[in-house]
């Protein structure tokens, strides 16, 4: 069984820019929850995919949006980025919309 | 909108027992989690009670909850070095599609 998988690991990117984070859910995984966690805080609700549709969303601006495809995979895309997008972003893929979530390593993000 | 508590850090003796408290503002909460998070790494569930439960017991965890005072703890017995990471409460909202997570305690357990 394969378990959540992000890419890329690590960037690194200018105010301003764009980047597109992307996340494998797990097999037999429909739902897909994006979290921002800062150096040293604990994670924050970004949104939620299910079935290709957004399931819920956090307190973050419109320049955070997502994808999720019919293989359930997703996409995480901000726009216009701030030094303070710079965070660590977990990918949580579940059976159904549950908390129990199966965290992937996550994308570090640095903003310069 | 919810809040979720955590002391910072915690230091414990190989063998000794861990408990690590959490309170929580809302009371609709319908499940809490305990999550570990080792150094580059992601989250990994370690438990989860439902809010209608005082108390739940798997193997070394112990999580016990009053509702009353919005209080979770979690309790690792015979802790090891390999128990040293953050962990994270979460309480999950009634709607079941967010999860709102404390800052986190750093628990270094030492030999």
């Known amino acids: 069984e394969t378990g959540v998988t992000q890419s890329p690991t690590h960037l690194i990117k200018t105010r301003g820019q764009q980047v597109t984070l992307r996340c494998s859910s797990q097999?037999?995984?429909?739902?897909v929850s994006w979290y921002q966690q800062a150096l040293g805080q604990g994670p924050q609700f970004i949104f939620q995919y299910y079935r290709e549709e957004e399931n819920g969303r956090g307190n973050f601006p419109p320049r955070f949006s997502g994808l999720q495809f019919p293989n359930y995979s997703s996409e995480l895309n901000v726009n216009a980025l701030e030094l303070d997008d710079s965070a660590l972003y977990l990918c949580a893929s579940s059976p159904g919309g549950t908390g129990e979530l199966f965290f992937g390593e996550g994308s570090r993000l640095t903003v310069l | 909108g919810e809040d979720v508590e955590q002391s910072l850090f915690l230091s414990v003796r190989e063998g000794d027992s861990s408990v690590i408290n959490c309170t929580y503002t809302d009371s609709s909460s319908t499940y809490l989690y305990w999550y570990k998070q080792e150094p580059g790494a992601g989250l990994q569930l370690l438990t989860y009670?439902?809010?209608?439960?005082d108390m739940k017991q798997d193997q070394r965890l112990t999580v016990l909850l009053n509702k009353k005072d919005k209080h979770l703890s979690l309790r690792i017995a015979d802790t090891q070095t390999g128990d040293s990471a953050i962990y994270f409460c979460?309480?999950?909202?009634?709607?079941?599609?967010?999860?709102?997570f404390g800052g986190g305690t750093r628990v270094l357990v030492k030999p």
């Open positions: 979460a309480s999950e909202e009634a709607a079941g599609n967010k999860l709102t």
């Open positions: 009670i439902f809010s209608n439960m």
């Open positions: 097999s037999g995984h429909n739902t």
